[in-house]
């Protein structure tokens, strides 16, 4: 094209695919560079809003309008460097028409461009991120939880990637956070379009990043946006975030609290495990936009009672002698402050005092901090009813886990604080009734009315009591909680994951992930929970509350 000039006089040729340039766009870019002699290239690029310009680092796309003001020589990146190192500036026109997004780009985005459009502070985030809606997604989903011991965490990552791979909206899942998976999680990448990247360098981002568990020092979230367009992280519970005993210091609780605030803040979509944590993720992040948050409880067709032969084909060694030899209360659970063991042994002493006799099981590991062991201690010592004994197992294997829930006349569970309570339903699964304060997560999915309305133990005694004499009463406890069950469905879960996933993808990037970057809070988080109070307690959480698998 030849020389062409602008209203104003400046002059300018034209760089690339000059089929492009119609007499309105030509024109518009000519008059741009009117608007400000610091101007000296006006390049065409491909959006997805209404013709507008915005300000980037150097000439990119299909063509480039620039001034032959200034010598030129050599290629043209080179000239554009030396341009803004003497404070010229170079402008986009950004453009959603079809031929525009189709053609081929002849300069490569400047990679200050590049990177920022990762930075939800940058205009070039905003500038070039919507697209139209796609028929598919890619995914990527965080696997940095998948540690050495399968937990209940553990399984709703593993289940849900199964699910999410069978769902024919879902292209292709991508596994970061590990080098390797555990072996219990070696099968994922067998899946069909699963696979397992430990290597996040140089991969183009995925349509959603998801974050499956709670955000903590293990994860490093400030890198979220150069793996995924959008991101959305599942809040598990706020346990941590209400129980200051669960931190080596009032400046670690504090800095925990800070965190957890701030990622919900950064992120573009929140999922989480009952309504109930919604709802204190409300309370506690009012500047959350409720239509970027979606319950969506967990699936439990996972659960399963192994044949008679199997729960009972136990060797001795793993049963101490007598257990067993009447009926036994069963406590699964590591002595939390907030599993209230110590409760669940004045219940029992309370039934014992109504002549039933019966034994009691604590299935669970001592904790270093927020533990019940010393008032569970005090109450032992006192035990003097013959009644019934206390079996203290720590923690169990899978197999005895199974012979427990399925040879126990009642699982008591008086927890007091949970994202979901997965107990109950495992014991329903063995035909074991359950007990249990019906508050929060539990009121809202369980559907059980009868249980005990507080925790006081003579109401856990009564309902125990009841549930010990009366087999319809105790028989209709597990019909409800199987009903529940049957209607919790992995694939349901990851159906409506999906929509939430589409939904996001649709939405603009959350404007407050523009705030700040929740990588700082997450190193100072790291220094703290390395405490040797957290490190502590490391190997209770990791055991805690393993699920019965198919």
């Not at 036994?328 to 109504?354: C, E, M, P, T």
Request: proline share 5%; with cysteine; glycine share 6%.
């Amino acid at each position: 094209m030849k020389e062409l000039k602008t209203r104003g006089g400046r002059k300018v040729i034209a760089v690339g695919q000059e089929s492009l340039l119609t007499m309105d766009r030509l024109q518009n870019m000519l008059d741009r560079f009117d608007t400000d002699p610091r101007i000296v290239s006006v390049s065409i690029y491909p959006g997805s809003r209404d013709a507008h310009f915005t300000r980037a680092t150097g000439p990119a796309g299909p063509v480039t309008l620039i001034t032959t003001e200034l010598e030129l020589t050599g290629e043209l990146s080179d000239w554009a460097e030396e341009r803004s190192s003497r404070g010229f500036w170079h402008d986009w026109y950004v453009l959603a028409d079809r031929d525009v997004k189709t053609a081929e780009s002849q300069l490569p985005d400047p990679q200050l461009d590049q990177r920022e459009r990762t930075d939800p502070s940058s205009s070039q985030f905003h500038e070039t991120d919507a697209r139209p809606e796609p028929k598919t997604l890619t995914i990527a989903i965080d696997v940095t939880w998948l540690g050495p011991h399968q937990t209940g965490a553990q399984v709703l990552t593993t289940a849900a990637i199964e699910a999410l791979a069978a769902n024919p909206k879902i292209s292709s899942i991508r596994l970061i956070g590990l080098k390797e998976l555990p072996g219990y999680a070696e099968h994922l990448t067998e899946i069909s379009g699963v696979t397992l990247e430990s290597d996040e360098e140089g991969t183009n981002p995925a349509d959603v990043i998801w974050y499956p568990n709670q955000i903590d020092q293990r994860v490093d979230i400030g890198s979220a946006r150069q793996l995924g367009r959008r991101i959305v992280t599942t809040y598990l519970d706020l346990i941590a975030y209400d129980i200051p005993r669960y931190h080596g210091s009032e400046q670690g609780w504090a800095a925990y609290r800070s965190l957890q605030r701030r990622v919900a803040l950064s992120v573009d979509g929140i999922t989480t495990i009952s309504a109930d944590v919604a709802k204190r993720l409300y309370q506690e992040v009012p500047l959350l936009q409720t239509k970027r948050i979606k319950p969506i409880p967990l699936g439990l067709d996972h659960l399963s009672a192994p044949s008679a032969s199997e729960t009972t084909n136990i060797h001795p060694m793993d049963i101490p002698a007598g257990l067993g030899s009447k009926p036994f209360l069963l406590v699964l659970g590591n002595d939390f402050s907030h599993k209230n063991r110590d409760l669940a042994i004045q219940a029992w002493q309370l039934v014992l005092q109504q002549g039933i006799q019966c034994d009691l099981v604590l299935a669970g590991l001592h904790v270093k901090s927020s533990s019940s062991r010393d008032r569970e201690e005090v109450l032992l010592k006192k035990h003097t009813d013959l009644r019934g004994k206390v079996f203290e197992l720590g923690h169990v294997s899978d197999e005895v886990r199974q012979w427990l829930l399925a040879n126990s006349a009642v699982a008591l569970y008086p927890s007091s604080a949970e994202g979901f309570g997965f107990v109950p339903y495992e014991a329903a699964v063995f035909g074991t009734p359950s007990t249990f304060t019906t508050f929060g997560p539990l009121a809202e999915l369980t559907r059980v009315t009868t249980g005990p309305k507080n925790w006081s133990p003579e109401d856990y005694a009564t309902d125990l009591v009841q549930l010990l004499t009366d087999a319809d009463f105790a028989g209709q406890r597990v019909a409800t909680l199987q009903q529940v069950i049957a209607g919790l469905t992995w694939e349901r879960f990851a159906t409506e994951l999906t929509e939430f996933f589409f939904y996001i993808s649709a939405m603009p990037p959350v404007l407050t992930s523009a705030v700040g970057s929740a990588t700082g809070d997450t190193a100072a988080l790291a220094s703290v929970l390395n405490s040797k109070v957290w490190r502590a307690s490391e190997k209770a959480r990791r055991v805690k509350n393993k699920l019965t698998r198919n």
